[in-house]
């Protein structure tokens, strides 16, 4: 495929513990091309960010391939050339702590250009423009982590993720911990940076109404697995997993045009399982309201329902679901 | 009309810290008329919790200090009360379920422990044992928990999250309060989870009656629950009007920027959001708290603080630009 950035195939992360095998992620496979941004969506213990630190390399997966530009890169971080790690960035949720509260904020943003030799003249300068950029004032390089708000804090995390110059950019929930009116400030900067520098995003989240804003295409993850893809307005407007369907309905609007949008009143019952005990079959029988005999056999396989729209739910591939919905 | 149940007048609240006095509350009022849920919608930092832990009086002081300001509840002010009446208005008369249960729960005592309890403690009339035991179960399975009996005798870490606020809920309704204060019940929860709690309180409220005060920074949550809405930007009440026209029209510049800041649905992208954060209470800025961010301000906004005004019908608003007509109901 041209401009692909990132391809992700069958990827697996298990963890080992006492109480049993956690199945983190289980055979995820999706791409990001050039410029896009893909939203990857799912509640707390889904796997998202697994997935998220299995790319940055900060897990090593236990099977599944991970190509870069075309490239075979699965292994660790560790393992990694520079060239890289100077290429794929993470921004974490809590700029509390992803910052190290010990160093001023010039000692943080330097630390990528020394390692990657980026500086060419003075790199005080370089650190002021990179605060520019985030439109943070230049004295800000003498102050500390703590004395700045969450939503000043998060700029630098980002800066810091931009002075590499990456091509694709790991935002792991980047606004959750943030009041709304400094999101919307921050989404539309990280816009803005994707147009200017020809960014990747691949955006974690468990937030689907900012995903309709932001995201290229949209993919809804379950104990593991991917359970839909598509492109954002096709995924909006034509919802086809139980599982994707029961999360829009339940999410609070505040318009009415908004209440339209959302499919019939699905009634989200029950919680997500452990990974550590996957229900057999498909793994969201336990909740699904349309569950029929085959879904607590067989784990469905992913199908194209239509052109960019990957679903994995025995009712779609049945050609059940469209009549349904 | 009657009284209301819950009536807070210019409420002053500051606390004196190493580096000075953080004058947090500025004014706040705020009615709770019999019956109804009223929501309470503002950012990180502004004020809600510390206003509701004033009601209760459960504001640690030092540091904190209330200045000014009567609550009243069922035309009684709060802040006369003696102790044990205030312990009485506690849990029988309000009584308020918090944003983290994990928080909230005592890991080293049984769910069943934590439940008796509050339900002892709080009972009108005096109870057996095996009569508390019967209500606590009841009170288990009115939050639709599966199997009360091994919930009754299980602990908090054996629960997930969404259970857990449960249990909380459980345990905030059991002593059947005239007012329930709801702080952020849903905000550690998933979508999912989240939308089966709120379905959960609002049948319960419903059932039992309760007037209900909630807590939330989303106001697509407090859109879901309340049936007027109070809008707080840095310790001031902004803006206050029924559920409907709230939406449908907002007024105060903070009410619409917030609004147009959060994610819609419909797509078509972010608003700018407002410029600016919220201000250092340790010298937090003259006359209207928002002039700094304001894109209306004027001399007058600094010099003088907007007193909340009624518009029309139960619409509030706190705002020079709206009493001088530059910003119109639609």
Redesign the interface.
Known sequence: MPNEILNVVALQKFFFTTQGTVRAVDRVSFSITENETLGLVG??GSGKSTVAYTVVGIYAPTDGKIYFRGEDRSQPVAKRPKSLKRAIQIVFQDPGTSLNPRRTIKQILELPLKVHHLTAGDRKLEVANLLRRVELPADYMYKSPHML????RQMVAIARALATEPKLIILDEPTSAL???????I??ML?KFQEEMNLSYLFIT?????M???ATRVAIMYLGKICEVAY??EF?RNPLHPYTK??????????E??EE??PTKVI??G??PSPVNVPPGCSFHTRCPVRKEICMQADPEMVEASEGHFVRCHLVSGQEAVASS | MPAPLLKIEDLHVEFKVYEGVLRVLNGVQLIVNPGERVGLVG??GCGKTTTMKCILQILPSPPSRTTEGRIFFNERDIRQMKAHEIQDVRGKGISMIFQDPTAALNPVFSIGDQLTTVIRCNSRTTLSKKGIHQRAITALREVQLPDPNRIFDGYPIQL?G??RQRVCIAMALATEPELLIADEPTTSL???????I?RLLNELVDEHGTSVIFIT?????V??MADRVYVMYAGCIVEGAEKSEL?SDPLHPYTR??????????????????PG?IPDYLDPPSGCRFHPRCPYATEECKAERPELTRIRGSHEVACFAVERGEINAQ
């Open positions: 509640e707390s708000g969450g939503g000043e009041d709304v009116s400094i999101q919307a400030k989404i539309n816009i468990h937030d689907l109404s900012l309709r804003n932001v954002t307005a909006f029961m999360l829009l309905s339940s999410i609070p609007v505040v318009l045009e908004e949008l959302k989200s019952k919680e997500i | 950012e990180a997930s969404g259970m998933d979508v999912t989870i989240q939308d089966q709120l920074h989303s106001l697509g949550v859109r879901e939406f920027g917030l609004m147009s800041a959060v994610p819609k649905l419909t797509g078509g992208g972010i608003a700018e959001g407002i954060r």
